[in-house]
């Protein structure tokens, strides 16, 4: 039985691939929660519409993985990875306070009405939650690789 081990620059690619893909998932799903809002004036989902200094949070979550798609980006070019991946730590920490944050105000509404009330069975604060922690998670065990 042969046992294949994989190289640390392998190990290094495909965590950066994953980070790289977490990233364009929250990226993408943002976004569309921000086009929604910004063309239709509605909240995607039919759910409440949490603002941020009087503007939609989804618009900041698009706004930090935004910053971290274009850090991941300028690393793949060649520019300061070890610089660009502390930026990527620094923003999704950030991220998981911001998601956190609107996460735990939307508690109530689900302990009190339970899954039934959000559309994805969960607040899309929480599901930013979990990608913000997911990339947060890799980035960290890049981060001690370098």
């Given at each position: 039985m042969?046992?294949f081990h994989?190289s640390?620059s ?20 943002s976004?569309?929660?921000?086009g ?13 519409c ?20 274009i850090f991941l ?6 520019k ?6 502390q930026g ?7 991220g998981?306070?911001?998601?956190g ?5 939307e ?5 009190d009405?339970?899954f039934?009330?959000y ?5 899309t604060?929480?599901?930013g ?6 990339i ?7 981060h001690?690789k370098?």
């Amino acid at each position: 039985m042969a046992v294949f081990h994989l190289s640390h620059s392998t190990h290094l690619i495909m965590n950066n691939n994953l980070l790289l893909g977490l990233v364009s998932f929250g990226l993408l799903f943002s976004g569309y929660l921000s086009g929604i809002k910004f063309f239709n004036e509605v909240c995607a989902f039919n759910e409440s519409c949490p603002y941020f200094f009087g503007y939609p949070a989804c618009y900041f979550g698009f706004g930090m993985y935004l910053v971290m798609f274009i850090f991941l980006i300028a690393a793949r070019m060649g520019k300061a990875s070890a610089t660009m991946l502390q930026g990527v730590l620094s923003v999704s920490f950030l991220g998981i306070l911001f998601a956190g944050y609107f996460t735990v105000k939307e508690l109530a509404t689900l302990f009190d009405r339970g899954f039934s009330e959000y559309v994805l069975g969960l607040p899309t604060c929480a599901y930013g939650l979990v990608v913000f922690v997911a990339i947060f998670a890799v980035a960290m065990k890049l981060h001690r690789k370098e």
